[in-house]
């Protein structure tokens, strides 16, 4: 058959379309009248719109490009991707005004042909208008058919996969294998003489095929009994050390307590630190001889009562729990209590007779908070204070208390904002170490060379200073102090 496509010749292709221009001409004047009420942007192109201002930009970030764009039309500008008209906002009152303000007006779906035929006339809970229907439908969605039970009713279906071995030659299942969540694992006709006890772990297995196989080590009864069965006989052979690595797991706190406590008899050390506990139960208390509790790292909020009972304890740790209020009364009972850590607590205030009883105290750490700063006479009554810790407590000036605390050896005040050491510092005869790091210092008094031959470690990274050369900084804590020395005015 001879297939030729007869092209029309132009003046019957003119004749065709000439009655169609008016039309045009109306399309176009109407489409230019409908632009007037929409706001500025850059120029359209038939067909792609402004798909080219995105595309040929030079910038893969679409966020830049609007915001190019914004810069040269303003904060709202119309763009067209294809032939849909979109209006951009650039900016955050706009922003505002359409998703917060008058929201209900835009929360509709534009009206689209595609959604109408997929979801019946915008009958579903993505299309429908914003109104009565839609908050109707959102509802049964929620309560009915996202509950979590019905979710969790599908767990089954979603695990639903078979996993067909049949036939090979395997001689032993891969414990890796025992990972995969199946429904069905056919492994008949294998040359099988075990199964790992890991296999007991793939929970949502429903039918384990196995005949065919040698299995020596397992019972008949389990191998051809209900799949469930085999997987708990299988389960109750994982070894306890697997058990162990679920840390956190209700039977491993219980060891570790059992286990501590028993240390704690003979060594007079009570450590439980970092078990989530939330309280210390009672059983941890097989003696009250103890000379250092140990409970850092845990998400206690009110101290264990059997504390007080502890009249030998030296040291308590409590870093890093949630402790709110200030175990004042606690205090008065820990006559010999030398060392405390209650740095990142929740603690609100610390009150004026706070440390009434703790005369004995040589360490203290407050760090972390900076509501846990002593109310006045805040450290002043601690004449024993050997070591003071107070990081990251937005201090903004080292406080006259702790300027008193002449005996102190080592003095921490890194992370805070402070922005001038005093003068007075040079009194500090008993320092061995400083940390100032970590703070807002831009000059240091020369004076503080006078202690050259008592201060240590003395630590000033991380703060804007100007007034002493990197070169110097660099070479440590004996050259900055001779550096300073020198230039002592006498
Ligand atoms: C395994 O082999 C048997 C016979 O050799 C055959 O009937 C069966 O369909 C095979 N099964 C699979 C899963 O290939
Ligand atoms: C296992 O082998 C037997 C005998 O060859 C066969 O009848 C049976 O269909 C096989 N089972 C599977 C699941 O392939
Ligand atoms: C406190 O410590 C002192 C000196 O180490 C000791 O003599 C005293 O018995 C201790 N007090 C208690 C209650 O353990
Ligand atoms: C500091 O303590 C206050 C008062 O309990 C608490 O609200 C805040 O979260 C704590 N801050 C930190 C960083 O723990
Ligand atoms: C550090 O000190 C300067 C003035 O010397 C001040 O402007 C700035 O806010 C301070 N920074 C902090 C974090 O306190």
């Not at 708990?232 to 840390?247: A, F, H, I, N, T």
């Not at 004449?383 to 300027?403: F, K, N």
Request: charge should be positive; aromatic fraction near 6%.
């Amino acid at each position: 058959m001879n297939c030729s496509i007869q092209f029309p010749s132009w003046p019957s292709a003119l004749s065709f379309f000439l009655p169609l221009l008016p039309l045009l001409i109306l399309f176009i004047l109407g489409k230019m009248k409908n632009s007037k009420t929409l706001p500025p942007g850059p120029t359209k192109l038939p067909i792609i719109g402004n798909i080219h201002n995105l595309l040929l930009s030079g910038d893969d970030h679409i966020p830049r490009v609007f915001r190019d764009l914004a810069n040269k039309y303003g904060p709202f500008l119309h763009m067209k991707i294809g032939h849909i008209s979109q209006i951009i906002v650039s900016s955050s009152e706009l922003a505002e005004q359409f998703l917060k303000t008058h929201d209900v007006n835009f929360a509709t779906r534009p009206d689209n042909f595609a959604a109408n035929i997929i979801s019946y006339n915008r009958k579903d809970v993505a299309f429908a208008p914003y109104g009565e229907y839609w908050r109707q439908m959102r509802k049964v969605c929620v309560q009915t058919l996202l509950s979590f039970k019905r979710v969790k009713s599908f767990d089954g279906t979603r695990a639903d996969e078979n996993h067909n071995l049949a036939n090979n030659t395997l001689k032993e299942f891969p414990v890796e294998a025992c990972k995969l969540r199946l429904g069905v694992l056919d492994l008949s006709n294998n040359s099988l003489s075990g199964l790992p006890p890991e296999l007991g772990k793939m929970t949502t297995l429903r039918r384990l095929l196995l005949n065919g196989n040698t299995l020596r080590t397992l019972r008949s009864t389990l191998v051809s009994g209900p799949t469930s069965n085999l997987l708990r006989y299988l389960r109750s052979r994982l070894s306890s050390d697997d058990e162990v690595s679920k840390c956190g797991s209700s039977a491993y706190k219980v060891n570790q307590i059992a286990e501590a406590t028993r240390l704690s008899l003979s060594s007079k050390e009570l450590s439980l630190s970092g078990l989530k506990l939330e309280s210390v139960p009672s059983t941890a208390w097989e003696s009250y001889e103890i000379v250092k509790i140990d409970l850092s790292m845990n998400l206690i909020e009110i101290l264990p009562e059997e504390l007080s009972f502890c009249s030998k304890l030296e040291h308590l740790i409590l870093s890093k729990n949630k402790i709110k209020q200030w175990p004042g009364a606690l205090f008065t009972s820990l006559h010999n209590l030398s060392c405390l850590k209650l740095d990142n607590n929740m603690l609100k205030k610390i009150p004026s007779n706070g440390f009434q009883g703790l005369s004995q105290l040589k360490i203290l750490d407050l760090s972390g908070n900076a509501s846990s700063y002593p109310e006045p006479p805040g450290f002043s009554g601690l004449t024993q204070l050997q070591e003071l810790h107070l990081r990251r407590m937005q201090l903004i000036a080292i406080p006259l208390d702790v300027l008193g605390l002449r005996q102190l050896h080592i003095l921490d005040l890194s992370q805070n904002s402070i922005a001038t050491i005093p003068i007075d510092m040079k009194n500090f005869i008993s320092l061995t170490e400083l940390d100032v790091s970590d703070n807002n210092i831009t000059s240091l008094p020369a004076e503080l060379g006078l202690l050259e031959s008592s201060l240590q470690v003395f630590k000033l990274d991380g703060n804007p200073l100007r007034s002493i050369r990197r070169a110097i900084l660099d070479r440590g804590t004996k050259d900055i102090l001779k550096y300073l020395k020198d230039r002592i005015t006498t």
